[in-house]
Every structure is written in structure tokens, then in C-alpha cells.
């Protein structure tokens, strides 16, 4: 049996172009919007308003933060959820690799994806290499699985910004990806919600060669300033990786000696 | 007569104080012609890391491409150069990925590694599995009898550079006179943390 394609039957000129979703007249008046739906097709701008719509997805998301100091690396996260939820079991702050996490704000699904081909990936060096993957490496690596979905075929972009923290040879570093795959090293970031004057908070207070203790305080009182409602130890999510190299994630009862201490 | 016997060939690497020699013979042959007597069977990945190869000459050359081709971008992608031990593991995966049809090559791995320079050396069979000795390391399946028990017997640790060379320099050039399928001389490097010292040694020319 032979299975004519698309552009063999005969349903006309628009056959060809199954991707022109609009009406046979606009298709001389195309605006920015009409490229909205089509992942793969610059705007007449430039840009590709699939990722836009993914940073704006992004944006509404719950914030994350963190800060790099000299001597290693704190991530600080808002975990708000229904007051029904059990918020034991909600982990934003996940590992990667016992020097490697990643926390982020956006679609959790989308998140739960990328924490996994990130830990395969790792594993995967090591089984190669028999040697911990450098965290540039990580990202370069996750930034590219996220890149991947912003030129294929029937994908939509990650609903996501990560934030990755660790610390290997190189000392402590701090990077972010975003929804298109670009990524930066950062000393300080913020992404969600309160993005904005989260940065803002954490420009005025960051200084190079910040001790560990001040990061994750400065971290708690940037969080503390965008928080809405009561900030207490089971609502936020705290993790820290020092020269030890071990990244852990703070207990409520140890989150809430960080708090105590803030008055 | 088996396949990694074809082409002969040995070489030896002995851990110094702060310091490793590598040495190998120079012959290539085809069973009894001697073909050339200019080649030698250890190569410099980077200037702390030698790869040393015995087998098949075929598959040394083969192997010896795609150790240049993944380490080479490792160092582009990682932006450091790769280490001796993380290099043995690169090579044992390599050759495991090819368990049931494998490369009929022997390698070696020596060098210096880590803030303090560490000696490291290591040696594989032809699947990959990793051997780590302490004190020297020989691959070439037609001189292994004559070359275990001389380095058994001349080696010592903590020996100095110039002592390390002329060990090592007295136990590959007796191990392959026991062998007819290697010698026609021989090139020695030992590497210390600021310089690499290469040597050619002429031995027995037959």
C-alpha cells in the first residue's frame, strides 16, 4: 500500500506549508504574533517567540536564588505549596551528583526531565572517565539537551530556568540555563517570580571574597525580601556545598537557626 | 604463533622519586623479517602523560588515533589537560566497548598527575582490564618471562632520575636480547615535573 504524504493529496497550495496554521488571506499581513506558534521559525524580529513565551512561563514561577562565595556555594528556594500538601515530600533543590545541585523556578515536570538526563549524563562520565564531571562540563552538556528542544521537530522548550551550583577543581561555581540553552556563570542570581529586585538586593550586598556563612545569610535575607506572606523553615529549601565538597540540603530544624539568627 | 605475537615488540615503566621512566625497543617486524628498526612503541599524549602500545601494529596505530582524537578534545572541551589515570580509564572503556572483536593492542599508561606530581603508571590487557602497580609496569607478549624477572630482580623504589634510567636502560635491553622478535635498540624518557629527558640507546643490533 502506498501512503501518500501530505503535499500528494489534493488538498491545495497550503499543503506545502503545514506549518502556515493561518487563513490562505493573512498570508500576505504576517505580524510578530503569527510566528508564535511555530517553534522553529524566526519572528520577523528575530526572535523565536516559543522561548519568550517559555521565559515568560518562567517568570511566574516560584523564586530561586543563589550565592557564590569564596569557599562554596549556597541555593535558596521558596517552596510555596497548598497548605494540604505534605511539604516533606516536595524537593526543590535536587542533586546531581554528590558535588553538583540544581534548583529552579517553572514547571517542576520540566524540571524532573533535565535533573535526570543530568544525572545520567554524569554518570555516564564517570563510567568513561572514572573522574567526577567538572561542572562546566554539566551545564555545557545540560544547556545543549535544552537547545535540542528549541530546534526539533514537534518539542516545545523547557518550561524552566535552572539554577546549578557546585564545586570541583576549579573551586566553587554558579551557573544558570535558561529555556533557549544559553547559560552564564554567576556570583549571585536570582530567577521566578522576584527576579528583579532579588538582583538588585544581591548587587548591593555581594562582595568578592565572601565567606560561606555571609552568602547563605545574605541568600535568607534576599529571599525574606520578595517573600509574600510569613517565611518560615518549611516553606523555603536551603543547600550548601562547601570545600568538603558534599553538597547537603539543610533540615527545617537547621534552616530555622538560620532564621533566628536574622533577628 | 598468536595474533599479538606477530609484531613483537616491548616496553617497561618504572616509578622514581618524583619521577617515571618509560622505555621501548625499537624494532617492527613481520614474525621473522625485521621490517624497520626506527619505531618506537611509546608516544606523548601531553607533556605529563605517555601512552605506551605492544600488540598488533595495526591496531597500535589504530588505537593510537583514537587516543589522540578523544584526548584531544578533552583538553578543548575541558580546558585542562587530561590526567594519567583518567586517561587508563578512558582506554580500558574503549577497549571493553569492544569486548567480542577486540583491538589486539597491550597499553601502557604512565606520568604525573595532581598538584604534587604523583607517579602513576598502569597497564592493560587487550579488554581493557587495568593493572596499577607501585613500582613498574611491562606489556609485550613475546618478552614478559625475560623482562618480569629482570626488573624483579634490578628494581628498587625511590630511586633518583639519573639512577631510574639506568635501570630501567639495563632491563629493557636484556629482556629483549632473550627475545627475537624485539630490540634493534631502544628510546628512554623519564618525566619530572619540568622536564621530559628522551634517550636513545643503541643495544644489540640483531
Same mark, same amino acid.
Given at each position: ?5 501530505? $503535499? ?7 499543503? $506545502?506549508? %503545514?506549518?502556515? $496554521? ?134 516545545? %522548550? ?54 560561606? #556563612?555571609?552568602?547563605? $545569610? ?6 525574606? #525580601? ?25 533540615? %527545617? ?11 | 604463533?598468536?595474533?599479538?605475537? &606477530? ?26 623479517? /625485521?621490517?624497520? /628498526?626506527?619505531? *618506537? ?32 578534545? !578533552? ?17 580500558? /572503556? ?8 577486540? !583491538? &589486539? ?51 628498587? *623504589?625511590?630511586?633518583? *632520575? ?45
Amino acid at each position: 500500500k502506498k501512503f501518500k504524504k501530505n $503535499h500528494e493529496k489534493n488538498r491545495g497550495y497550503r499543503a $506545502h506549508y %503545514p506549518h502556515f $496554521h493561518v487563513p490562505y488571506f493573512r498570508y500576505f499581513k504576517m505580524g510578530e504574533s503569527d510566528y508564535s506558534f511555530s517553534l522553529t521559525t524566526f519572528s520577523p524580529s528575530g526572535k523565536l517567540i516559543q522561548i519568550e513565551y517559555a521565559l515568560s512561563r518562567v517568570g511566574k514561577g516560584d523564586t530561586s536564588l543563589a550565592v557564590k562565595a569564596k569557599n562554596g556555594v549556597v541555593l535558596a528556594t521558596e517552596k510555596k505549596v497548598h497548605s494540604l500538601v505534605d511539604e516533606t515530600s516536595v524537593q526543590k533543590i535536587s542533586y546531581i551528583t554528590n558535588n553538583i545541585a540544581v534548583t529552579y523556578s517553572g514547571m517542576a515536570p520540566d524540571s524532573r526531565v533535565l535533573i535526570r538526563k543530568g544525572r545520567k549524563k554524569a554518570q555516564k562520565y564517570f563510567r568513561t572517565y572514572h573522574d567526577p564531571i567538572p561542572v562546566a562540563q554539566l551545564v555545557k552538556e545540560l544547556a545543549g539537551v535544552m537547545q535540542e528542544f528549541t530546534q526539533s521537530g514537534g518539542v516545545r %522548550p523547557f518550561g524552566v530556568s535552572l539554577l546549578i551550583a557546585g564545586y570541583d577543581d576549579q573551586g566553587p561555581q554558579l551557573y544558570q540555563v535558561d529555556p533557549s540553552g544559553s547559560y552564564w556563570a554567576w556570583k549571585a542570581s536570582a530567577i521566578g517570580k522576584n527576579t528583579v529586585n532579588a538582583k538588585t538586593f544581591l548587587e548591593k550586598r555581594y562582595k568578592e571574597d565572601m565567606e560561606l #556563612e555571609d552568602a547563605i $545569610h545574605n541568600a535568607i535575607l534576599t529571599l525574606k #525580601e520578595g517573600f509574600e506572606g510569613e517565611m518560615n523553615e518549611n516553606n523555603i529549601e536551603i543547600g550548601i556545598i562547601g570545600e568538603d565538597r558534599k553538597f547537603r540540603t539543610l533540615t %527545617p530544624s537547621q534552616v530555622k537557626d538560620y532564621l533566628g539568627e536574622l533577628e | 604463533m598468536s595474533i599479538l605475537e &606477530y609484531n613483537g615488540g616491548a616496553c617497561l615503566a618504572m616509578v622514581g622519586k618524583g619521577c617515571v621512566a618509560v622505555a621501548s625497543d625499537l624494532r617492527f617486524g613481520a614474525q621473522a623479517t /625485521t621490517i624497520a /628498526t626506527n619505531m *618506537p612503541k611509546v608516544h606523548r599524549i601531553n607533556d605529563k602523560c605517555f601512552v605506551g602500545l605492544a600488540g598488533l601494529t595495526s591496531d597500535n596505530q589504530t588505537i593510537l588515533n583514537k587516543i589522540l582524537f578523544r584526548t584531544k578534545l !578533552y583538553s578543548l572541551r575541558e580546558e585542562r589537560e587530561i590526567k594519567p589515570s583518567v586517561l587508563s580509564n578512558l582506554i580500558s /572503556t574503549m577497549l571493553y566497548e569492544k569486548r567480542f572483536g577486540p !583491538y &589486539y593492542v597491550e597499553p601502557l599508561v604512565c606520568g604525573l598527575e595532581g598538584p604534587e606530581d604523583k607517579p602513576f603508571i598502569s597497564a592493560m590487557d587487550l579488554i581493557g582490564a587495568p593493572l596499577l602497580a607501585e613500582d613498574f609496569v611491562l606489556i609485550g607478549s613475546t618478552v614478559t618471562e625475560a623482562l618480569f624477572g629482570i626488573c624483579e630482580s634490578l628494581y628498587r *623504589p625511590n630511586l633518583e *632520575p639519573e639512577e631510574l634510567f639506568e635501570i630501567i636502560s639495563q632491563c629493557l635491553l636484556a629482556g629483549v636480547d632473550r627475545d627475537a622478535l624485539s630490540g634493534w635498540g631502544a628510546v628512554v624518557h623519564i618525566i619530572t615535573k619540568d622536564k621530559v629527558v628522551s634517550r636513545t640507546l643503541r643495544g644489540r643490533q640483531d
